[in-house]
């Protein structure tokens, strides 16, 4: 994991605050395209708090499109990048038509 500044996420009273600097390029965006993107519903978030062995952290899990984008908030506040591993690759779609299978005995 990456470890990132601890100012660019702020977490007080359960309210996120993370800086638009930060996120815009992890998904791909500039600044106004994140915030543009964010007004109209198409960059989402999930707020993941641990428990048990976890408890006291937060993990943030950001995405506009195809990307994702996740980080740690630690006990201490350290902040730390969550990998996340690529989507597994699509099998080939089958280009038969419809009229194709039709055919087929």
Do not use: C, H
Request: hydrophobic residues 40%; neutral net charge.
């Amino acid at each position: 994991m990456t470890r990132l500044p601890a100012t660019s996420v702020i977490i007080v009273k359960g309210q996120i605050t993370i800086e638009a600097d930060l996120l815009a390029p992890k998904l791909g965006l500039s600044v106004d395209g994140l915030k543009d993107n964010m007004v109209n519903g198409l960059v989402t978030s999930i707020a993941e708090t641990g428990v048990g062995e976890d408890a006291g952290r937060t993990r943030l899990t950001f995405r506009y499109r195809a990307r994702t984008w996740r980080v740690v908030v630690d006990i201490d506040g350290t902040l730390k990048e969550d990998p996340v591993s690529p989507p597994e690759p699509r099998a080939a779609k089958d280009r038969s038509s419809l009229l194709d299978l039709m055919a087929d005995p």
